[in-house]
């Protein structure tokens, strides 16, 4: 599976079906790149920057290379940064069902992509390299992933979505701090479905998943209890308890684009703080969006202000988000620099009641350490939080 965002969610979301049925192996974390999927197939960790523990890894490997897959299924996400990325993950494995969510402005900088269009291209080669009898399960939201069903069999493409016209559409949805709910329409069908999760949006990550449980032989009914066990991946849209009373943090911080940022932002604004609580949110810059870089932070920034009440950016392009929501209106906005800054200075000023979305990019961001800073069990971070132990604490 690929797509500019929700790859890993989606990833997790397909797992939790199949996995009530089918032996599966799927990437641990984000390890979907020509580095990581060699590790996945071989089910090895990384040994990050240990040459004892990778001259272990070796050893393993080869010892493993002799060894029959214990998996039925085989489940990984794709990631791509620059041309030529996906023909280095296909060569590695030959899928025979491909997902791919929205395409967007994402991996910009120098010697990555130069435009949207050119992401698209490299992500589309996952659906032109299945075999005659693969399935495609395609976004019907994005016009450019809905086009990918041309020349394709019918019965082995699928579409979903919100668009009226895809052959898994998701009505009614609604939202709570329980999770989402949704009818699920297809075929004359209608089944309602309640995921435990944060976020409309991710319907376009369950979606999916329900697809390839059907593509599995799987019945409609199983699958829909199937889905009730997922999770979102930590970083995700998770709620954490604060460390004040009713202090809830909806922690997004593994990474952001411009639009998982208006989609997380947009969560926010769907939720009703107690009390006296206010909508806050702590955003940090959306890195590689190369040029454009500029121009995409003032568009999500002149949104900011439908969504919350209080604002605290953490980096410099960050910034610009300020900018734009105080031209719009908004009185109590703060601009820090470091993620350390904004604990210092900010930790404080959160009120019981309030709502906290966190939401940067990774690199030079790393707005966990802000959520660890302000949830009630600092102690469970490894199990909850996004880049955690030895080798994330020592960059």
Known sequence: MTGSVGKTSTKEAV????????????NKGSMNTDFGLPLTVLELDTGWKSIVKWSYLIFRAFLKSFQKLYA??????MGVDKAGDMDALLSIVTPDIGIVGPVAPVHMEKHQFANVDEVFEEKSKLIKALPEDGIAILCADDERVLGLRTGRPKGRTFTFGMNPDADFKATAIEENTSGIKFNLNTEGHRVEVHVPVLGKHHVNVILPAIICGMAMKMELGEIVEAIKRFKLPPGRLNLIEGFKDDLTIIDSSYNSSPKACIEALKTLGGLNPKGKGRRIAVLGNMNELGENSELLHAEVGSQIHQYCEVLVTVGDAAKIFADKAEENGMKNVFRFKTVSEAIEKFKDEL??????????????????????????FPDTAEEVLCRQGKAWERI
Do not use: C, H, P, W
Not at 353 to 376: C, H, P, T, W, Y
């Open 351 to 376: 009120k019981e009641g309030d709502i906290v979305l966190v939401k940067g990019s990774q690199n030079n961001v790393r707005l966990e350490k802000f959520v660890k800073a302000i949830m009630k």
């Open 72 to 77: 039925e299924v085989v489940v990984v996400e």
């Open 15 to 26: 797992y939790a079906i199949l996995n009530t049925k089918y032996k599966v192996l799927r």
